[in-house]
């Protein structure tokens, strides 16, 4: 089990991972994404409709135009 420390540690990396996402590519970025494992053809595709952010403390998301729901930033490939 992590240790309060390594929580900590590991938030503030996905929170970089957001705040980087968010310089890189505003809302309005087209992505692919994968609802499920990131394996061969993506679920689907879209625009961004609002910027990343760190759901629960623990996963960048973003959220994109046509899909329910949020997606885990791991599940998301720009361009």
């Not at 692919?32 to 759901?55: N, V």
């Not at 629960?56 to 930033?73: K, N, P, Q």
Request: proline letters at 5%; glycine letters at 14%; charged letters at 20%.
């Amino acid at each position: 089990m992590p240790t309060q420390r390594e929580r900590q540690l590991d938030q503030r990396v996905q929170q970089l991972e957001v705040e980087n996402f968010n310089l890189k590519h505003p809302v309005g970025t087209l992505v692919r994404y994968w609802r499920g494992a990131r394996e061969g053809q993506p679920s689907g595709e879209g625009p961004t409709t609002y910027a990343a952010e760190l759901m629960g403390g623990h996963t960048g998301v973003v959220w994109i135009e046509g899909c329910r729901g949020c997606i885990a930033l791991s599940h998301v490939e720009v361009g």
